[in-house]
């Protein structure tokens, strides 16, 4: 992580994480959280497990219901979910392609790419 603060603007994520062809891309990593912007297209599918860290996902782009710890709930751009580390959770009935950030904290101990 620099030193100093970093600017990211969500249309050049979004255009480098096509061009990746990959669900998950990392942005930022520090020594107590990562970030990264993760892409479902609509009517896909979410392979996630859980994580070992906990997660915060803000809703940037799309629609679709998540489901966490027994719980569901429609989400669209400006929703936000807190997952605790471990907790089994999912998005499903993406009906627009969902552009979601995803905070780790700590920062996310699988491989970059991997949020699967």
Do not use: C, N
Request: glycine share 10%; charged share 20%.
């Amino acid at each position: 992580m620099p030193d100093g603060p970093e600017f990211h603007e969500f249309a050049q994520l979004a255009e480098r994480g096509d061009a990746t062809g990959q669900r998950y891309l990392e942005f930022l990593r520090g020594p107590t959280m990562s970030v990264g912007l993760y892409t479902l297209a609509a009517d896909g599918q979410d392979p996630q497990q859980p994580h070992a860290e906990d997660e915060l996902y803000i809703v940037l782009a799309g629609r679709a219901v998540v489901h966490a710890g027994g719980a569901s709930r429609p989400v669209g751009p400006g929703s936000i979910v807190y997952v605790p580390a471990e907790v089994p959770h999912r998005f499903t009935d993406i009906t627009e392609d969902l552009r979601v950030a995803v905070v780790f904290a700590p920062p996310e101990s699988r491989p970059t790419g991997a949020a699967e």
